[in-house]
């Protein structure tokens, strides 16, 4: 038996120190396995839902694809005009192609971090192992979508991404399941490998159930000159999220982002962080989070920055806007500094909507309730991912959508 798996054995019973605790053997874990074939064969519902957090079936405007349902990978590829510039593989073929991958598993996130991690060890789904190769800027967004078919169901995906140095990519993940799935568990373990030189930004957006649970768990190692971006959107009701990303800024000129919008609703549970450790000379990060709690959401809105390195510098805002008088936001912002010369700081707000903005709305035509629409969405403005404009407006469009259909 394995180092790792010996140590997620005594795990498996570890609770998280953030979130609700989850009995697993509340969850299925049997699926009846899909078959490999094109995006644009698979059943139009699939294609449909997938649409609506990123993924193209018609793969136009994207490099290159994964497609896991359940716990089967229905689709893998690179397009032909991108190939030799990165690779898109499940991660257990990726174990079988390099012997190296062991040098990242488990090597960011320890894999007895709680009883997710262990999960994710013991009972392992493939995932996707991504891989930009040096100097090569890829030019069109990778996409990859975890979907899941099945009511019930526990899915284990755990992802290594790699930008080897001077390299350049974007990377648009999609998580959802199927409109008749009400429950179940998804575990996803993510680490980022950012090296000299090379910019990798990553979107996730996830689109869950009322009675879901999700534990994703990810951190990102940026190397010298390198640049780690992650956005990240959660607009659809969930049981409980919890997450709390971290990026190591090791190298000298690193750079790490974070940007956040959270739309709770119904009974939403969402506990979601994001972490930077600044240990290169002149290190820098910012966190930014937006966050709407609606009906009776909870909303828990934390980010930590560290500053182990002098002539570092990090800066975390936090705004969070109330829209019911039963839902909840906590902010939670901490500042550790370590030596002298680092400059961390931080602000945040968490408040309703103003009457004042209504009323100025509600002067030039608009009814109340199209203020406040209007209000909501203006809150969750995109544009703080600093995407390029074609992947923007696909998202914006997105969001959109979903809170028009919400409000």
């Known amino acids: 038996m394995s180092g790792d798996k010996e140590k997620a054995l005594r795990a498996r019973d570890k609770p998280s120190a953030l979130g609700p605790d989850l009995n697993l053997e509340d969850f299925s874990r049997n699926s009846e396995p899909w078959l490999s074939c094109p995006i644009s064969s698979l059943p139009e519902y699939i294609t449909r839902q997938s649409s609506n957090v990123g993924i193209r079936s018609d793969e136009k405007e994207r490099a290159g694809t994964y497609f896991q349902i359940d716990h089967s990978v229905v689709f893998q590829d ?4 991108f190939e030799g510039q990165v690779e898109i593989i499940n991660t257990r073929n990726a174990f079988e192609k390099y012997d190296w991958l062991k040098d990242y598993w488990w090597k960011l996130i320890p894999v007895d971090t709680d009883k997710y991690t262990a999960l994710a060890e013991l009972h392992w789904d493939y995932g996707y192992f991504l891989r930009v190769l040096e100097g090569q800027k890829v030019t069109l967004p990778l996409q990859s979508c975890l979907f899941i078919s099945r ?7 755990h992802n290594i991404i790699i930008a080897e140095p001077d390299s350049e990519v974007q990377i648009i993940t999609g998580c959802i399941v199927h409109p008749n799935v009400q429950k179940g568990l998804h575990v996803g373990i993510s680490e ?3 090296k000299e030189g090379a910019k990798l930004t990553f979107t996730m957006i996830h689109n869950w159930a009322q009675n879901f649970h999700a534990r994703p768990r990810t951190a ?16 659809k009701p969930v049981k409980s999220l919890q997450m709390y990303p971290v990026a190591y800024c090791k190298g000298e000129n690193s750079r790490a982002r974070f940007n956040t919008i959270l739309y709770g609703t119904g009974n939403s549970y969402m506990d979601v962080g994001s972490k930077v450790i600044l240990q290169g000379v002149n290190s820098r990060a910012e966190i930014i989070t937006r966050a709407i709690a609606a009906d009776n959401a909870q909303i828990y809105a934390r980010g930590t920055l560290v500053g182990e390195q002098t002539d570092s510098k990090a800066h975390l805002e936090c705004r969070g806007l109330l829209v019911s008088d039963t839902a909840f936001i906590h902010a939670v912002p901490e500042l550790i500094g370590k030596v002298s010369g680092t400059d961390l700081s931080h602000e945040a707000a968490v408040g309703k909507i103003a009457e004042d903005q209504i009323q100025y709305l509600m002067a030039r035509g608009f009814s109340e309730d ?4 209007l209000i909501v969405r203006g809150f969750m403005d995109v544009s703080i991912f600093g995407l390029p404009d074609l992947l923007k407006d696909e998202i914006k469009r997105m969001v959109d959508a979903t809170t028009i259909k919400a409000l």
């Open 78 to 81: 690179v397009q032909k005009m």
């Open 220 to 235: 990102a190692l940026v190397e010298n000159d390198a640049t780690f971006v992650s956005n990240y959107i959660c607009l």
């Open 192 to 194: 980022f490998y950012v």
């Open 151 to 157: 009511d019930n169901l526990n899915q284990n995906v």
């Open 370 to 373: 199209e203020a406040g629409s």
